[in-house]
């Protein structure tokens, strides 16, 4: 019994339960690993007068719509498709695409192929210079888009930085925080 008792304190003991975690030490003629430190600009997103101020809803659909709530309001969608390594359902509409998890939006996208999205109740042309007029200054420029945050919820621009074109714009959870 008591060969047990020492056994699991041991282990406890080993696998850092409970005690100081010593930084790990390079073998003989191995660098160092890499420390990699991660910053948070954690802050408001930059609105001017004329821009939208809450990205609540992306073409009439909001995060916590159910999948009834996006049927209702879209309508049947052309294709349904279950990915199950997520367990994403993707209700695939002519310009747009929602993904449901459980039974609940998990992203809105609108794809390229859309003449114009709509963010509350503004309509915004598919072009970069009518996005930043309606949405004002981004939060911040990541290398594949622009992404604009308020209350949780992030609205990426995506933007093909060679040419210019909009790629997409998707509305999803901001779990940064």
Same mark, same amino acid.
């Given at each position: 019994?008591?060969?047990? =008792? !020492?056994?699991?304190?041991? !282990? !406890? ?6 005690? &100081?975690?010593?930084?790990?030490? @390079?073998? &003989?003629?191995?660098?160092? @690993? @890499? *420390?990699?430190?991660? =910053?948070? $600009?954690?802050?408001? =997103? ?9 990205? #609540? /809803? ?10 009834? $709530?996006?049927?209702?309001?879209? %309508? ?8 199950? !390594? /997520?367990?994403? /359902? ?14 609940? /939006? ?5 794809? @390229?192929?859309?003449?114009s999205f709509q963010v509350e109740d ?13 949405? %004002? ?7 594949? #888009? ?17 040419? %210019?074109? *909009? &790629? ?10």
């Amino acid at each position: 019994m008591w060969n047990v =008792a !020492l056994l699991m304190v041991g !282990l !406890l003991i080993y696998s850092g339960g409970g005690g &100081a975690v010593a930084e790990p030490q @390079p073998s &003989a003629g191995m660098s160092p @690993p @890499p *420390i990699i430190h991660a =910053a948070s $600009d954690v802050g408001q =997103a930059q609105t001017s007068d004329n821009s939208t101020e809450s990205y #609540g /809803t992306l073409n009439g659909i909001s995060l916590t719509d159910n999948k009834h $709530d996006v049927i209702r309001k879209l %309508g049947t969608p052309a294709r349904i498709e279950h990915e199950e !390594l /997520t367990g994403i /359902t993707k209700l695939d509409y002519k310009d747009m695409e929602v993904g449901v998890r459980n039974g609940y /939006t998990e992203y809105v996208h609108v794809k @390229p192929s859309a003449v114009s999205f709509q963010v509350e109740d503004q309509r915004i042309g598919m072009t970069t210079d009518q996005i930043r007029a309606s949405l %004002g200054k981004p939060y911040f420029k990541a290398e594949d #888009g622009d992404v604009y945050l308020e209350n949780h919820q992030a609205l990426k621009v995506f933007i093909d930085r060679d040419s %210019g074109e *909009i &790629a997409g714009i998707d509305l999803f959870f901001d779990y940064s925080d």
